[in-house]
């Protein structure tokens, strides 16, 4: 079956660095997103990878390797506003998207 | 950017009665369109893809003749919960991709509904 494993919840210090990581099996690979979607909100689009390699934009990058199934999310000078879910989606071979159950983010002055 | 608005952010509604949630896609055609429902500290679920003109695609285990989905047009396509019971209570966004923007573009969300029923 196809799968998408994130961390349920993290904590991080405003100004501080955060790293969430997302490990996926699926029929297939046509990208991957990142999504951040606050309590109460739909989903905002953060960031899109499909080759290998780090993708840079403002204080969020993004990271995939493909070989290991992997992917991690990096959110730089943390604010409080990040405070948020945090959703890893990857588009299969039919280009469905597969969601993962997204990760908490609690920001902690 | 593409935007995507949907209609009403929240609904109250008594049992057995329908509601209708609305999908419009502001400023680019979307000739497809996907419903999801998303439960408390779930993911997002897709409920079906509807498609311009013709017949949605449900997902496994979605009722069609209960989540009653049309798209009458290129900007608008609509759900309409029918028979409404408490379990059906949830919030449900809509989402729709700019073709001219490529198959590499990124799915937008409406703000979606948050529907109870009492």
């Known amino acids: 079956g196809q799968n998408i494993d994130q961390p349920t919840e993290m904590t991080a210090t405003e100004g501080a660095i955060v790293q969430i990581n997302c490990t996926y099996q699926?029929?297939?690979?046509?990208?991957l997103f990142w999504y951040q979607q606050h309590a109460g909100e739909a989903p905002t689009f953060l960031s899109y990878n499909v080759l290998d390699g780090l993708e840079e934009k403002g204080r969020f990058s993004s990271f995939l390797s493909r070989s290991k199934g992997y992917s991690y999310l990096l959110l730089k000078e943390l604010q409080m506003k990040d405070s948020a879910s945090y959703l890893c989606a990857v588009r299969d071979s039919n280009y469905q998207l597969i969601w993962g159950a997204g990760t908490k983010l609690i920001i902690k002055p | 950017g593409a935007v995507v608005s949907q209609h009403p952010s929240r609904v109250i509604c008594k049992s057995g009665t329908s509601v209708k949630i609305e999908c419009r896609s502001l400023?680019?055609?979307?000739?497809?369109m996907f419903w999801y429902r998303q439960f408390p500290k779930k993911s997002l679920m897709l409920m079906a893809t509807?498609?311009?003109?013709?017949?949605?695609?449900?997902e496994q285990g979605v009722e069609k003749d209960k989540f009653l989905i049309n798209h009458a047009s290129l900007t608008l396509s609509t759900l309409t919960v029918t028979s409404a019971h408490p379990e059906d209570s949830s919030f449900y966004i809509c989402s729709a991709r700019d073709p001219v923007a490529g198959e590499n573009s990124p799915l937008h969300f409406g703000n979606g509904t948050r529907l109870t029923v009492t």
């Open positions: 400023d680019f055609q979307a000739t497809t």
């Open positions: 509807s498609n311009e003109g013709s017949k949605a695609t449900y």
């Open positions: 699926t029929s297939g690979f046509n990208g």
